[in-house]
């Protein structure tokens, strides 16, 4: 059973325009939680992160919102870009015996048209 | 810079072979996790390890071992090759939790097809 969902597999946007990507989980002990953006052919880096004590965090044209209550967090992207064009992944952390411990959702494509 | 490098690109192996997929780290961190990504799937934890010769189970470890004799290095093995571990396989590298900075490091990718 998938702990992080992303339920949009694509999404479409006009250059200029805000991109909003979202993301659900279930567990509770999740306290951290990340935005990788994944081009074809190479491996995911690292975009934006917010710790769970927060609701906002922001880097440029990336924001990330987090609702405890919902168990939601969304990544905006404002304004868009071409080169935005990625696989967008959300991972949320759980610290397990010391360790931290990654889960991953399946990934939402965008398509930012020129 | 991190960086995590995986020994191969693209491999071709057939049905029965013994596999390896080799990740080397240059940043000295303790943890490395290897993926593997399918579509629709995203991406799903096989093993990881948080020490030198410590491994850990992932979500899916069926038909995988590692090994881990270096700190810089994890080595993912297919013991029997199947078709349906046909699939892009991410090493991954991180720090032990430090709080604000909770992330990880990936390799470029190998692209898996067994034949």
């Known amino acids: 059973d998938q702990q992080v969902k992303q339920n949009s597999p694509s999404l479409s946007v006009q250059e200029g325009r805000i991109s909003i990507l979202n993301c659900d989980y279930t567990n509770s002990m999740f306290d951290y939680f990340l935005w990788y953006k994944k081009y074809p052919a190479e491996g995911p880096t690292f975009l934006i992160s917010?710790?769970?004590?927060?609701d906002k965090n922001e880097d440029g044209r990336f924001t990330v919102f987090l609702n405890k209550s919902a168990k939601h967090l969304s990544l905006h992207i404002v304004p868009s870009q071409p080169g935005d064009s990625a696989v967008y992944f959300c991972?949320?952390?759980?610290?397990?015996?010391?360790?931290?411990?990654?889960?991953f959702g399946s990934g939402t494509k965008l398509n930012v048209k020129p | 810079d991190v960086k995590v490098t995986q020994s191969s690109r693209y491999l071709v192996k057939r049905t029965g072979e013994k596999v390896f997929l080799e990740c080397v780290q240059d940043m000295d961190h303790e943890n490395m996790f290897w993926y593997r990504q399918d579509p629709g799937l995203g991406l799903r934890l096989i093993y990881f390890?948080?020490?030198?010769?410590?491994?850990e189970k992932g979500d899916i470890p069926e038909g995988y071992s590692v090994s881990r004799e270096k700190k810089e290095r994890f080595s993912l093995i297919l013991e029997s090759a199947s078709t349906n571990q046909t699939s892009m396989y991410l090493c991954a590298s991180s720090l032990p939790r430090t709080g604000s900075t909770d992330t990880q490091y990936f390799g470029p990718g190998t692209r898996l097809t067994v034949l």
């Open positions: 390890s948080y020490d030198v010769k410590m491994k």
């Open positions: 917010i710790s769970s004590i927060k």
């Open positions: 991972a949320a952390s759980a610290t397990l015996r010391g360790f931290n411990k990654f889960y």
